[in-house]
T-cell receptor
Framework: DGGITQSPKYLFRKEGQNVTLSCEQN?????MYWYRQDPGQGLRLIYY???????QKGDIAEGYSVSREKKESFPLTVTSAQKNPTAFYLC???????????????FGPGTRLLVL | AQTVTQSQPEMSVQEAETVTLSCTYD???????LFWYKQPPSRQMILVIR??????QNATENRFSVNFQKAAKSFSLKISDSQLGDAAMYFC?????????????FGTGTRLKVLA
C-alpha cells in the first residue's frame, strides 16, 4: 500500500539533546514537507523540499534541520537550539506539478515530541 | 503574501443536520488550489475536498460540498446529514498554482462538534 510513514509515534527529548524524526513515503512524490502543530493553532511550515538534495526554510525553521538524500525520505532533526520543541509534527508529500495532474498534499500519521 | 482565515474556532451541529464552515483567503493570484482537510482525534490529516480556482463548478464529495466564491475570496464547506464521525478539526488550505510553488498555507482550523 502506498503512503507516508512517520516514526516514532512518540519521542522524548532530554535537555540539550538532538533528536531525529523519520518520514518515509512510497508515493513517488517529489515534494515533501514538515509542519509543526501546537494546541489551538494551525499548521506551521518548518521546511520543505521540492526535489532531492534541495530544501527551503519555512516559516519557523530556527532550531530545526533537514536533509533530502533520497526521494523517499525527509528526516527532521530537532536540535538543542529549539527551546520549545514540545509539539505534534506532521510530514506531508505532494506530486510535482505536471500538466493535467492535480496536486494534493498527503499527510503521515504524525509524531508527538515531548521534552523530559 | 497569501493568508487564510477561519473565523469560527468552534461549531456544533446536531446529528443528521447540515453545517457550514467558513473560510476566506487573500491572494492577488488568479490560479490556485483550495482544500479542506479533516483532523479527527487520531490527528491524521485527511483530505476532504479540493477545488481548482479556474473551475466555476463547486466541488462535491458525497455529503461534503463547497461554496466557492472567487470574487469574494470565500471557500466554505457544507456538511450534509452530519454524522458522529464528522467530529474533528477542519482546516482550510490554499496553494498557488504558479510553476515551482509548493508551499501550502493553512488556516487556524474550526473544531466541529456533532451532538447526538
Amino acid at each position: 500500500d502506498g503512503g507516508i510513514t512517520q516514526s516514532p509515534k512518540y519521542l522524548f527529548r532530554k535537555e540539550g539533546q538532538n533528536v531525529t524524526l523519520s518520514c518515509e513515503q512510497n508515493l513517488n512524490h517529489d515534494a515533501m514537507y514538515w509542519y509543526r502543530q501546537d494546541p489551538g493553532q494551525g499548521l506551521r511550515l518548518i521546511y520543505y523540499s521540492q526535489i532531492v538534495n534541495d530544501f527551503q526554510k519555512g516559516d519557523i525553521a530556527e532550531g530545526y534541520s533537514v536533509s533530502r538524500e533520497k526521494k523517499e525520505s525527509f528526516p527532521l532533526t530537532v536540535t538543542s537550539a529549539q527551546k520549545n520543541p514540545t509539539a505534534f509534527y506532521l510530514c506531508a508529500s505532494s506530486i510535482r506539478r505536471t500538466s493535467g495532474v492535480q496536486e494534493t498534499q498527503y499527510f503521515g500519521p504524525g509524531t508527538r515530541l515531548l521534552v523530559l | 503574501a497569501q493568508t487564510v482565515t477561519q473565523s469560527q474556532p468552534e461549531m456544533s451541529v446536531q446529528e443528521a443536520e447540515t453545517v457550514t464552515l467558513s473560510c476566506t483567503y487573500d491572494t492577488s493570484e488568479s490560479d490556485y488550489y483550495l482544500f479542506w482537510y479533516k483532523q479527527p482525534p487520531s490527528r491524521q490529516m485527511i483530505l476532504v475536498i479540493r477545488q481548482e480556482a479556474y473551475k466555476q463548478q463547486n466541488a462535491t464529495e458525497n455529503r461534503f460540498s463547497v461554496n466557492f466564491q472567487k470574487a469574494a475570496k470565500s471557500f466554505s464547506l457544507k456538511i450534509s446529514d452530519s454524522q458522529l464521525g464528522d467530529a474533528a478539526m477542519y482546516f482550510c488550505a490554499y496553494r498557488s498554482a504558479l510553476p515551482g510553488t509548493y508551499k501550502y498555507i493553512f488556516g487556524t482550523g474550526t473544531r466541529l462538534k456533532v451532538l447526538a
